[in-house]
């Protein structure tokens, strides 16, 4: 009967809101929508595209934030979750209509892309923090059947865009500080002159960190240069880099340690040297990064017609330092708790789009191929030496892996009269390969191959100028990571034997102008999945995986903008999720609750700002419902939550300088609650605590020659 009342009461809220649609109609003949890229690979009003996508614009990701976390800025996005897990070792988790939830470290699950160039790697796992928010123009997220046309990932995509140099050469620095010894300083340069721009960032963040031993130290760098040869022709050439050294991992808690202090670590039981010691101090847990990646895009103009090259490449270096309580005691399959990895990656995509007047319509046809390839140096060690443990010890681990992805696609879209269909189709391939050569505990050398083709056809229709709605529906699927695929059970190997994930994704909206300024986004969804990728077992950092049952995601989203007089603005998103498994397997029930997911989602914003936005404030509200951190839903879930944080902000302008301040009081009712969840840890230690009350202040000066 519940789903039956989520289906009523949408169409309920279709009638309800017609007669304010008709009214609007007239007042606005073409309604103001936002142009996106995400879902067609090229211009597009977001109003007239049959998917579920919501705008990040620049204001909201740069002027009452640090710019430290991706999660600062998509807390406003319905279907997507972004936490951030007090932990910068093992990164943001993000999840898009409950894919994503299960990733141990990283995002997968979600396909990132920043300027065209992933920053998700051919096996499917990413990382958000090489994402540059301090040159960020806006974040496009993409949620639902659309996102299978950008290949192996289920639940969406999530594009940052840099902004373009323009006009005469300025300079600027911002300054951050906050509480836990939050503190970030930025520096960038920016100008034009004829067919040249030139954009240049550097930052540096500090934390000592909320939860115990969290400390970390994050040096970024990026530059862009645009040159338009002609004025058919354009090429942007990207760079970045990201370093962390040592950066600290508090790792998670069980419930009573949670309970009694929720930035504590865990008691290592087993020390008998310093029995108040936690995993995270005895083994020093932690991680170090080093990634550079570059960039090139090169776009030409033939008419109407357009031609898209993007190549990319880079190197990513880690050694991460885990937690084994069972130290002496590992057996001989025991790969090490020292995680020691060298990287290189590169790729290309071109396609061809053309744009014909066909049965008295308007047809855009995409066509492109893309390549992707990363090898990596991969050795494992012991983490203690001797009675020191947290050290890099004897070698367990010695191997190459290596991951290509082939992928052509197509699309086409017609557009005529109230109509616009779309269809397309991605033809996928993965090769898995590993070269052992630590033969002493056997040989994983092998590989496994995943094929698959992900069809996708949508349909909008115009009832108005007003009032959009729409329906579409894809085949998506979902491969294991490297890292889902380096062991098998508790200590084994390689598991080749890991299938993909096979969704269907059914999806309906709306998308209506209400009023002048009043925008309002509805969309149901359905995805069945088989062979869902689950956690076997989890522990001390590694995590193994097999296939289980079928799953089953119902819910529905809906997002609400809105501007009045005098400044007033409010902004409201909602996610009603219910993610079961469709089937039981082992100790899990039929209808168990999906790990790491919440039922329902909430986001709200009521502000103000002055006309010549010199002065703002706003209040704003999240809520989650409870999450299961494992498949059979016994363990205490983490609890749900509604925290309420305030803002304001302020701008001058003083001849060729610009300043700008913030000042931000996070958990305004100083709440303790649980902001994340390692999802199938073995020893319990599932939970991840959040900050109580705390403040962040800010300020930028730039100036303009």
Same mark, same amino acid.
């Given at each position: 009967m519940?789903?039956?009342?989520i289906?009523?009461?949408a169409?309920a809220?279709?009638?309800a809101?017609?007669?304010?649609c ?7 003949r073409?309604?103001?929508?936002v142009?996106? @890229?995400?879902?067609?690979r090229?211009e597009?009003?977001?109003f ?9 614009? +620049? ?9 430290? /976390?991706?999660?600062?800025?998509l807390a406003?996005?319905p279907?997507?979750?972004a936490?951030?897990?007090?932990n910068?070792?093992?990164d943001?988790?993000?999840s898009s ?7 141990a470290?990283g995002?997968?699950?979600v ?7 992933p ?6 796992q ?9 040159m960020?123009?806006r974040i ?6 659309? %996102? ?12 940052l865009f ?6 005469p050469?300025?300079i600027e ?10 503190r970030k300083l930025?520096?960038n340069a920016q100008?034009? %002159?004829g067919?040249?721009?030139?954009l240049?960032? +550097?930052?540096r963040f500090?934390?000592?960190?909320y939860r115990?031993?969290s400390?970390?130290t994050?040096?970024?760098?990026? *530059?862009k240069l645009?040159?338009e040869p002609?004025?058919?022709s ?17 790792? =998670?808690v ?5 309970q009694?202090?929720?930035? *504590?670590g865990e008691?290592?039981?087993?020390? &008998? ?11 020093? &847990? ?8 570059? =960039?090139?895009?090169?776009e ?8 898209q ?33 060298d ?6 995509d *071109?396609?061809?789009?053309?744009v014909?007047e066909?049965?008295?319509?308007t047809?855009r046809?995409? @066509? ?5 390839r990363?090898?990596?140096a ?10 020191t443990?947290g050290v890099k =010890? ?7 892996n290596e ?9 086409? #879209?017609?557009?005529?009269g ?17 070269r052992d050569?630590y033969?002493s505990?056997?040989n994983?050398?092998g $590989?496994?191959d995943?094929?698959?083709? &992900?069809?996708?056809?949508g349909v909008?229709?115009?009832v $108005? ?10 085949r =998506?699927?979902?491969t294991?990571?490297?890292?889902e695929?380096f ?10 034997s890991l ?13 209506a102008?209400?009023a002048s ?11 069945r999945?088989?062979?869902e990728l689950v ?12 296939n ?9 989203e809906?997002s ?7 400044g007033?603005?409010?902004?409201l998103?909602l ?7 469709d089937?039981?397997?082992? *100790? @899990?029930? #039929?209808g168990s609750?999906?790990p790491?997911? +919440?039922?329902?989602?909430f ?14 404030a706003?209040? #704003?509200t999240?809520?989650?419902?409870r999450v299961?951190?494992?498949d ?6 983490a609890?749900?939550y509604a925290?309420v944080?305030?803002r304001?902000?302020? %701008?001058q302008q ?6 700008k ?24 230690r599932?939970?991840e605590?959040?900050?109580g009350? /705390?403040?962040?202040l ?6 303009q020659?």
């Amino acid at each position: 009967m519940k789903h039956y009342a989520i289906r009523l009461n949408a169409i309920a809220a279709v009638c309800a809101c017609w007669p304010l649609c008709a009214a609007a109609a007239d007042e606005i003949r073409n309604p103001v929508s936002v142009v996106v @890229v995400s879902g067609t690979r090229a211009e597009h009003t977001s109003f007239d595209l049959p998917a579920a996508i919501d705008v990040v614009d +620049a204001s909201q990701i740069r002027d009452t934030q640090p710019r430290v /976390n991706a999660s600062e800025a998509l807390a406003a996005v319905p279907g997507l979750v972004a936490r951030d897990r007090q932990n910068y070792a093992q990164d943001l988790q993000i999840s898009s209509r409950g894919f994503g939830a299960r990733s141990a470290f990283g995002v997968r699950g979600v396909r990132l892309v920043a300027d065209g160039i992933p920053a998700t790697m051919p096996d499917g796992q990413g990382q958000a923090a090489t994402f540059n928010l301090d040159m960020a123009e806006r974040i496009e997220v993409l949620r639902g059947p659309f %996102s299978a046309l950008y290949g192996n990932h289920s639940g969406g995509v999530v594009q940052l865009f840099t902004r373009d140099p323009k006009g005469p050469p300025a300079i600027e620095s911002s300054f951050s500080a906050g509480s836990d010894g939050l503190r970030k300083l930025d520096v960038n340069a920016q100008g034009s %002159s004829g067919a040249l721009g030139y954009l240049l960032d +550097a930052s540096r963040f500090e934390t000592d960190g909320y939860r115990d031993h969290s400390a970390a130290t994050r040096e970024q760098a990026y *530059a862009k240069l645009v040159v338009e040869p002609s004025a058919t022709s354009r090429l942007a050439i990207t760079a970045s880099g990201l370093r962390q050294d040592d950066t600290q991992d508090p790792l =998670g808690v069980t419930w009573a340690t949670y309970q009694r202090n929720p930035r *504590a670590g865990e008691i290592d039981t087993t020390d &008998t040297q310093s029995p108040q010691r936690t995993l995270a101090e005895r083994y020093d &847990t932690r991680k170090s990064i080093d990634h550079q990646q570059f =960039g090139v895009s090169w776009e030409g103009r033939f008419g109407p017609d357009r031609l898209q090259v993007t190549a990319w490449g880079g190197n990513r270096r880690v050694i991460q330092y885990q937690s084994f309580s069972r130290g002496f005691q590992a057996p001989p399959t025991h790969s090490g708790g020292v995680i020691d990895f060298d990287r290189d990656f590169h790729g290309i995509d *071109a396609n061809w789009r053309m744009v014909r007047e066909v049965a008295g319509g308007t047809l855009r046809a995409t @066509v492109g191929l893309e390549l992707a390839r990363s090898t990596d140096a991969r050795q494992g060690f012991e983490n203690f030496i001797g009675n020191t443990f947290g050290v890099k =010890g004897n070698l367990r681990r010695d191997e190459e892996n290596e991951v290509r992805s082939s992928d052509p696609y197509a699309q086409l #879209e017609w557009e005529g009269g109230r109509w616009v269909l779309t269809g397309g189709v991605r033809r996928s391939r993965l090769e898995f390969g590993v070269r052992d050569r630590y033969l002493s505990n056997g040989n994983d050398s092998g $590989s496994v191959d995943y094929r698959h083709t &992900t069809p996708l056809a949508g349909v909008l229709y115009k009832v $108005s100028p007003a009032l959009n709605v729409y329906a579409s529906a894809a085949r =998506g699927f979902e491969t294991p990571t490297l890292n889902e695929l380096f062991y098998s059970g508790t200590g084994a190997g390689f598991n080749f034997s890991l299938s993909p994930a096979i969704g269907t994704h059914l999806e309906a909206g709306l998308k209506a102008m209400l009023a002048s300024g009043v925008r309002l986004n509805a969309a149901l969804f359905q995805v069945r999945t088989k062979d869902e990728l689950v956690v076997d077992s989890s522990a001390g950092g590694r995590t193994s995986y097999r296939n289980a049952s079928a799953t089953l995601r119902q819910g529905g989203e809906l997002s609400l903008a809105a501007q009045f007089g005098a400044g007033w603005n409010a902004k409201l998103a909602l996610t009603a999720l219910r993610a079961i498994y469709d089937e039981g397997f082992g *100790a @899990v029930a #039929e209808g168990s609750r999906l790990p790491g997911i +919440a039922k329902t989602s909430f986001y709200g914003e009521f502000g103000w700002k002055e006309a010549q936005g010199r002065f703002g404030a706003a209040l #704003e509200t999240i809520a989650n419902g409870r999450v299961y951190a494992e498949d059979s839903n016994t363990q205490t879930p983490a609890p749900g939550y509604a925290i309420v944080n305030a803002r304001v902000h302020a %701008s001058q302008q003083l001849g060729g300088w610009r300043l700008k301040q913030f000042a931000r009081l996070n958990n305004l009712f100083d709440r303790d609650y649980v902001g994340s969840v390692i999802v199938g840890d073995t020893n319990r230690r599932y939970y991840e605590g959040a900050p109580g009350r /705390n403040w962040i202040l800010g300020a930028s000066a730039q100036y303009q020659f």
